[in-house]
Nanobody, 115 residues
Framework: QVQLVESGGGLVQAGGSLTLSCTAS????????MVWYRQAPGKQRELVAA???????NYIDSVKGRFTISRDNAKNTVYLQMNSLKPEDTAVYYC?????????WGQGTQVTVSS
């Protein structure tokens, strides 16, 4: 069993920046993908950014050029650098670690962007 713990959320003004961290209790190198999702009130959870074990990244269109996902395997940590934040980025952000046979979720961290 792997536990994922997110941190770094908070309240920020539009245009500001936050960096989210997701630290795993196990080796993140054993997962094919490390992913950040978010869920806004009344909306479905959506994939925001993903990074493969090989370092390939993907983003939803709405965050391209503003968010950067990265990983530090030595620290078993994945980061989401969020710049130029907008009110529509307000959501609970969840970390996900997955491979073919298993996946794990963190408890989420709240990001609130005020206008």
């Amino acid at each position: 069993q792997v536990q994922l713990v997110e941190s770094g959320g908070g309240l920020v003004q539009a245009g500001g920046s936050l960096t989210l961290s997701c630290t795993a209790s196990g080796n993140i190198g054993s997962f094919n993908n490390m992913v950040w999702y978010r869920q806004a009130p009344g909306k479905q959870r959506e994939l925001v950014a993903a990074i493969t074990s090989g370092g390939t990244t993907n983003y939803i269109d709405s965050v391209k050029g503003r968010f950067t996902i990265s990983r530090d395997n030595a620290k078993n940590t994945v980061y989401l650098q969020m710049n130029s934040l907008k009110p529509e980025d307000t959501a609970v952000y969840y970390c996900n670690a997955n491979s073919i046979l298993r996946q794990y979720w963190g408890q989420g961290t709240q990001v609130t962007v005020s206008s």
